[in-house]
């Protein structure tokens, strides 16, 4: 299995207030993404990094950013947190972002905004 | 625009029956890889197969099997036999080599696998 965690695995937060999602890798890969999970919608991607300090934007970026400052380390903050952010969140890495690379995903954090 | 289209929301069956889950996909590009993840009651996803545009080859890997087909872009995931540990959300995904930087997931479909 890919050297993925994520923390916290669980977390209920209140609206308004800021949380902030780790995704720690031992894998050394360079590209690693943060995707969502909600009944009926699949995952949908939120942002993704291709290296230290170079993030993008996927389709659900809207109130969420990232920041990455180490290879193994790719987090994900909700600034002020909504009841439409209560989901499933999966980190995921892969060793390329070309799409000829499968990625593999950690165990997800369910979040639950009150 | 990429899309995938898993049109079974859920099915049902009985143990070691076969099963053929569905999905359709749209892309403009050549050049493009499928994916297919399994999701357990667990809630872990796992990687089971990655095909590209350019190899149309059936794979087998014991019970499971995979048809791409470009002419009806298609790539289905049958299960022989199925047992009730098959039992699980499989979604299929699809991402383009050139362009788009992101894997684009069906939207699942949920096997239940009957004893």
């Known amino acids: 299995d890919a050297g993925i965690t994520q923390s916290p695995r669980h977390k209920v937060t209140e609206t308004g207030t800021p949380v902030t999602l780790r995704c720690h890798q031992t894998?050394?890969?360079?590209?690693m993404y943060w995707y969502r999970q909600d009944p009926g919608h699949g995952l949908r991607l939120i942002h993704y990094s291709y290296g230290v300090k170079d993030t993008d934007k996927g389709e659900v970026s809207d109130g969420y950013s990232v920041s990455r400052s180490k290879t193994e380390d790719f987090l994900l903050t909700l600034e002020s947190a909504t009841s439409s952010q209560t989901s499933v969140y999966f980190c995921?890495?892969?060793?390329?972002?070309?799409?000829?690379?499968?990625?593999?995903f950690g165990p997800g954090t369910r979040l639950t905004v009150l | 625009a990429q899309k995938v289209t898993q049109a079974q929301t859920e099915i049902s069956v009985v143990e070691k029956e076969d099963v053929t889950l569905d999905c359709v996909y749209e892309?403009?590009?050549?050049?493009?890889?499928l994916f297919w993840y399994k999701q357990p009651p667990s809630g872990e996803l796992v990687f089971l197969i990655r095909r590209n545009s350019f190899d149309e080859q059936n794979e087998i890997s014991g019970r499971y099997s995979w048809n791409f087909q470009k002419s009806t872009s298609s790539f289905n995931f049958t299960i022989t036999a199925s047992q009730v540990v098959d039992s699980a959300v499989y979604f299929c995904?699809?991402?383009?080599?050139?362009?788009?930087?992101?894997?684009?997931f069906g939207k699942g479909t949920k096997l239940t696998v009957n004893p």
């Open positions: 995904a699809l991402s383009e080599l050139g362009g788009s930087e992101k894997l684009v």
């Open positions: 894998e050394n890969h360079r590209y």
């Open positions: 892309t403009r590009d050549t050049t493009y890889y």
């Open positions: 995921a890495i892969s060793e390329s972002r070309l799409g000829g690379n499968e990625q593999f």
